[in-house]
T-cell receptor, first 115, second 111 residues
Framework: DVKVTQSSRYLVKRTGEKVFLECVQDMDHENMFWYRQDPGLGLRLIYF???????EKGDIPEGYSVSREKKERFSLILESASTNQTSMYLC??????????????FGPGTRLTVT | KQEVTQIPAALSVPEGENLVLNCSFT??????LQWFRQDPGKGLTSLLLIQSSQREQTSGRLNASLDKSSGRSTLYIAASQPGDSATYLCAVHPGNTPLVFGKGTRLSVIA
C-alpha cells in the first residue's frame, strides 16, 4: 500500500515564525503536491513538484515556498507565518503516468494554527 | 478552465437508505475521475477511480458511474450505515495539470 506521511498532525506556531511542514512518501512517486483546505473553500493547490529539485506554483503560492531535495520528501515552508495561514495542510503523491490510471494518494494532514 | 461542482453540499439520510451523490465537470476532456472520502480532521482516502473509457466502477456497497459527454458522475451508496458519514469529494484528471477537485458533499447517516 502507498504510504504518505506528514511530520505532524497538529502544530501551533506564533505569527512571524518560520514553519516547516514535511511530507514523505514510500512509493517512489515522481509527483508530489501540497494543498490547504478551508471550510467553504475546498482544497486549494499551493505547490507541486514533478521531480527532484523541480517545483511549480499552484493556485495560491503566495506566502509559501517548497523544497524537494530528495524524491521521497517534499517540504512546505511558511517563511513568516501569519494568522491567515491557519488551515489544514494536505500532502499528496502520485506516479508519473499522466493517463487513465493516474491516481493520487494523500497523507493524514497537518492542522496548523498560527496565533 | 475545468470546474467541478458537487451538489448538494450536505445531505442527511436515515440508516439503510440508498443514496446518490452528484459530481459535474465543465470540460469533458478528462483522463479519469476519482472519488475520495474524508473523515473529519483527516486526509483523503481514495474510494474509486473511473477511467475515461469506463462507464462505472464498483467496490462493495459503492458504485460510481461516469458520463463523460454530459460531464457527470454519480456515487451510489447502497444500504447506508452511520459509518458512511463523511465528506465525499470527486476530482477529475485533465491530463497535463493536477487534479481538479469539487468542494465535496458532507454526508450524515442517522441511526
Amino acid at each position: 500500500d502507498v504510504k504518505v506521511t506528514q511530520s505532524s498532525r497538529y502544530l501551533v506556531k506564533r505569527t512571524g515564525e518560520k514553519v516547516f511542514l514535511e511530507c514523505v512518501q514510500d512509493m517512489d512517486h515522481e509527483n508530489m503536491f501540497w494543498y490547504r483546505q478551508d471550510p467553504g473553500l475546498g482544497l486549494r493547490l499551493i505547490y507541486f513538484s514533478y521531480d527532484v529539485k523541480m517545483k511549480e506554483k499552484g493556485d495560491i503560492p503566495e506566502g509559501y515556498s517548497v523544497s524537494r531535495e530528495k524524491k521521497e520528501r517534499f517540504s512546505l515552508i511558511l517563511e513568516s507565518a501569519s494568522t491567515n495561514q491557519t488551515s489544514m495542510y494536505l500532502c499528496a503523491s502520485s506516479p508519473p503516468t499522466s493517463g487513465a490510471t493516474y491516481e493520487q494518494y494523500f497523507g493524514p494532514g497537518t492542522r496548523l494554527t498560527v496565533t | 478552465k475545468q470546474e467541478v461542482t458537487q451538489i448538494p453540499a450536505a445531505l442527511s439520510v436515515p440508516e439503510g437508505e440508498n443514496l446518490v451523490l452528484n459530481c459535474s465537470f465543465t470540460d469533458s476532456a478528462i483522463y479519469n475521475l476519482q472519488w475520495f472520502r474524508q473523515d473529519p480532521g483527516k486526509g483523503l482516502t481514495s474510494l474509486l477511480l473511473i477511467q475515461s473509457s469506463q462507464r462505472e466502477q464498483t467496490s462493495g456497497r459503492l458504485n460510481a458511474s461516469l458520463d463523460k459527454s454530459s460531464g457527470r458522475s454519480t456515487l451510489y451508496i447502497a444500504a447506508s450505515q452511520p459509518g458512511d458519514s463523511a465528506t465525499y469529494l470527486c476530482a477529475v484528471h485533465p491530463g497535463n495539470t493536477p487534479l481538479v477537485f469539487g468542494k465535496g458533499t458532507r454526508l450524515s447517516v442517522i441511526a
